[in-house]
């Protein structure tokens, strides 16, 4: 199959261009970033500009993979708005002008947010409760919200919106990846929230899943059962220090710890695990990494004494 | 039942032992999906051990009425400001059944926002009480805990103690929709444990609690005062928990019912001593 992705030089969307392609599937990138190693053709070029469209044009992919979205909170917000919504409506745009079959949009768990009174697993058509906390969020949960739409918006294209809980593996980026990477991992004294994770694999492996099974609908796509927190510090041989609440908020991006959105903080605070039932029955995935082998993947090259150079740029505070 | 002694009147042999036969589907570091610990329950049972055979020196009446392996509601009568009924319900299901189970405690949204209380209650497997929490939990043949007087129940005056405040109507429906059984349950001792006076709302709203029970003594510090268990047999009801409120709320007399006459035939031999 032909597939386009967009965003393709973020860190995720390597893998799932990586993967597609061993799969046989005839992969084209597109990102205005540069990817120079990349093993497929690259179009560097802006989603919104001309350009774009004439990718599409020329491609005429039958699928694609949408995984263009900043979700550096760091970044310039109206850039993020920028690419997260008027970026997300051109793809959808281009999609239906050129006839594509298939689009898959690749949005976070973190959509749902993270609150001390919402059940601990969330299903699919539960609200995004965390903006009332967490505003920062909500031009993530708009694009999501708006793929979700295209289901009735374009019933002749079919669409996915597969809600990815964190990854963590070898690349040992991502939001997650980041945060355990700080030369201190915090946690909310009193507080130790459950946290789901999967392995990149299993993540690339799930997208694959979705593209073969032609999925349409919204999807919680998640891989083993969640551990609290404080395991997967442990587990992951990172330092930890815990503070109370107000001396944390205090010490965000200084003494090590992580450059965290004061925002964010809720979601080290209280759990935030989703219930990928729906996705599994539909597509028969099955992660093929437990808890333990995930965060190893993460952990085998970090030592405690030299963080990696992620750290550095850890303000990755989406969850 | 007889327990052979060790350090502190108990054999720690023995939590671990009923650690081992809890039928809880732990991962292999240690976790349910939920976040219940084995070890955390562990350090949790061997600390209560002492409050709950020689403290409180609890007695079960009845125990061999909560299912064994099945789904289960168990809905007591609630009292004595703090919520130590709800905890020694729980030590009585792992320390006296066999196998032992968890009962798991549908707690109040108050506590997931206060630190090592929030942290605390979910190692132990005791979840907010939301529908979905309850819904999922028995889809996964648990047992739970539910209080359907909620804070009004723990917040009685020592002159109400025995006394059942009204129940609302969710816990009926949601046994009816999953085919749950109800074990009634009727606690003496909790109210006695921790004589209420007042309850300081304003105060309690400092520490982010619903209210702060005031005793005569001030404190709200729970004196041993001995706790009775009576267990009634399971109660069956059949529909969809879509009936409107009338037929529902019958089924939720029939329990509360259950409950008082299991209290008033207990509070008849009740000593505190």
């Not at chain 1, 009332?132 to 949960?141: G, H, I, K, Q």
């Not at chain 1, 333990?292 to 004494?305: G, M, Q, V, Y």
């Not at chain 2, 020694?88 to 707690?107: D, H, K, N, V, Y």
Request: net charge neutral; glycine share 8%; charged share 20%.
């Amino acid at each position: 199959m032909r597939i386009l992705v967009t965003g393709a030089a973020g860190r995720l969307a390597q893998s799932f261009v990586k993967t597609l392609h061993e799969a046989g599937h005839e992969v084209v990138g597109l990102d205005r970033r540069p990817w120079p190693e990349a093993p497929v053709p690259m179009h560097r070029v802006d989603l919104l500009k001309r350009a774009a469209e004439d990718v599409f044009r020329a491609t005429a992919p039958e699928v694609v993979v949408h995984s263009a979205s900043v979700t550096q909170l760091a970044e310039d917000r109206s850039d993020r708005y920028r690419v997260n919504l008027v970026g997300t409506k051109a793809v959808f745009d281009y999609c239906r002008r050129y006839h594509v079959r298939q689009t898959v949009f690749i949005g976070r768990h973190t959509y749902y947010g993270a609150t001390s009174d919402a059940p601990l697993y969330h299903a699919e058509d539960d609200p995004p409760l965390g903006l009332e906390t967490f505003p920062e969020l909500a031009d993530l949960v708009a694009a999501d919200l708006f793929s979700g739409s295209m289901l009735w918006r374009t019933p002749e294209m079919t669409t996915a919106v597969l809600r990815f809980v964190y990854t963590l593996g070898p690349s040992r980026t991502g939001t997650l990846a980041d945060f355990l990477s700080a030369a201190r991992v915090p946690m909310v004294f009193g507080f130790d929230p459950l946290f789901q994770f999967m392995h990149e694999a299993d993540a690339c492996t799930a997208l694959a899943h979705a593209i073969d099974g032609r999925l349409n609908g919204v999807f919680n796509v998640a891989g083993p059962s969640p551990l609290p927190l404080s395991a997967l510090i442990r587990n992951s041989k990172r330092p930890r220090i815990v503070l109370p609440e107000a001396l944390l908020r205090a010490s965000l991006g200084k003494f090590g710890l992580p450059r965290l959105q004061p925002s964010a903080v809720d979601h080290i605070k209280y759990s935030l695990v989703v219930d990928d039932a729906a996705f599994r029955a539909a597509t028969g995935f099955v992660p093929r990494y437990g808890q333990l082998d995930t965060i190893h993947a993460f952990s085998e090259r970090l030592t405690p004494d030299a963080p990696p150079a992620s750290a550095e740029r850890s303000g990755r505070a989406q969850g | 039942m007889v327990y052979r002694a060790g350090v502190f009147g108990f054999d720690r042999a023995d939590i671990e032992g009923r650690l081992a036969r809890l039928e809880l589907p732990f991962g292999p570091s240690g976790y349910d999906a939920y976040g219940t610990s084995r070890e955390a329950l562990g350090a949790a049972f061997r600390w209560l051990r002492p409050i709950y055979q020689n403290y409180f020196r609890v007695r079960c009446h009845g125990i061999e009425h909560v299912p064994l392996r099945t789904r289960a509601m168990l809905v007591p009568n609630h009292s004595g400001g703090v919520g130590i009924d709800a905890t020694m319900t729980i030590c009585a299901c792992f320390f006296e059944l066999e196998p032992p189970r968890l009962a798991q405690g549908m707690a109040d949204r108050f506590l997931n926002r206060l630190p090592l209380a929030s942290l605390i209650a979910s190692r132990t497997g005791q979840l907010t009480g939301l529908p979905e929490h309850a819904a999922r939990l028995l889809e996964d043949e648990r047992l739970l805990l539910v209080f359907p007087e909620g804070a009004r129940g723990t917040a009685k005056l020592f002159s109400e103690r025995r006394t059942v405040a009204s129940f609302p109507l969710g816990f009926m429906r949601l046994a009816m929709q999953t085919n749950t059984p109800i074990v009634p349950v009727a606690i003496l001792g909790a109210g006695e444990a921790l004589p209420t006076v007042a309850n300081l709302e304003r105060a309690g709203r400092w520490f982010g609690v619903p209210y702060l029970p005031l005793t005569p003594y001030l404190l709200p510090w729970p004196l041993p005062a001995r706790f009775e268990l009576y267990f009634g047999e399971p109660l069956w009801f059949t529909g969809t928990g879509h009936e409107d409120s009338d037929e529902v709320r019958s089924n939720v007399e029939r329990v509360r019912a259950a409950i008082e006459s299991l209290l008033d035939a207990g509070a008849a031999k009740y000593r505190v001593v």
